[in-house]
C-alpha cells in the first residue's frame, strides 16, 4: 500500500506564502502514479479540490487558487507540492494529499494524507 504523509502547514498572515510537501511511501517501486492532488475543508464546508497533476505533469487548478498556487512534483524523491503565495483569509482549512497509484496488477489505491492546517489571519 502507499503512505501519504503532509507537511508544511502552519499560520500566516494575509498576503504571505507557504509551501507544502507530501511525501509517498510504501515499496513505491511497486506503485505507478495516475495522478495526485492537493484537496482542503474548511471549517463546516466540504472538502474542495484545489489542484491537480498527472504522471504526464498537467495541471488543474480551482478557480479560487489560480495564479496564486502552484503545485509540482518530484517523481524521484516520490514528494507533491504545493507553493501557495498571496495567501488570503478564506485560504484557511486543513490541506489534505491524495493520489491515485496502480500497480502491475491493475489494482488502484487512492490514499489520503492527514492533512496539514493552513491558517490565514489578517
Known amino acids: 500500500q502507499v503512505q501519504l504523509v503532509e507537511s508544511g502547514g502552519d499560520s500566516v498572515q494575509a498576503g504571505g506564502s507557504l509551501s507544502l510537501s507530501c511525501a509517498a511511501s510504501?515499496?513505491?517501486?511497486?506503485?505507478?502514479?495516475?495522478?495526485m492532488g492537493w484537496y482542503r475543508q474548511a471549517p463546516g464546508e466540504q472538502r474542495e479540490l484545489v489542484a491537480t497533476i498527472t504522471s504526464a505533469g498537467t495541471t488543474h487548478y480551482a478557480d479560487s487558487v489560480k495564479g496564486r498556487f502552484t503545485i509540482s512534483r518530484d517523481s524521484d524523491k516520490n514528494t507533491l507540492y504545493l507553493q501557495m503565495n498571496n495567501l488570503k483569509l478564506e485560504d484557511t482549512a486543513v490541506y489534505y494529499c491524495?493520489?491515485?497509484?496502480?500497480?502491475?496488477?491493475?489494482?488502484?489505491?487512492?490514499?489520503w494524507g492527514q492533512g496539514t492546517q493552513v491558517t490565514v489571519s489578517s
Open positions: 491524495n493520489g491515485d497509484f496502480k500497480n502491475a496488477y491493475g489494482t488502484v489505491v487512492s490514499p
Open positions: 510504501g515499496s513505491m517501486y511497486r506503485w505507478r502514479l495516475n495522478i
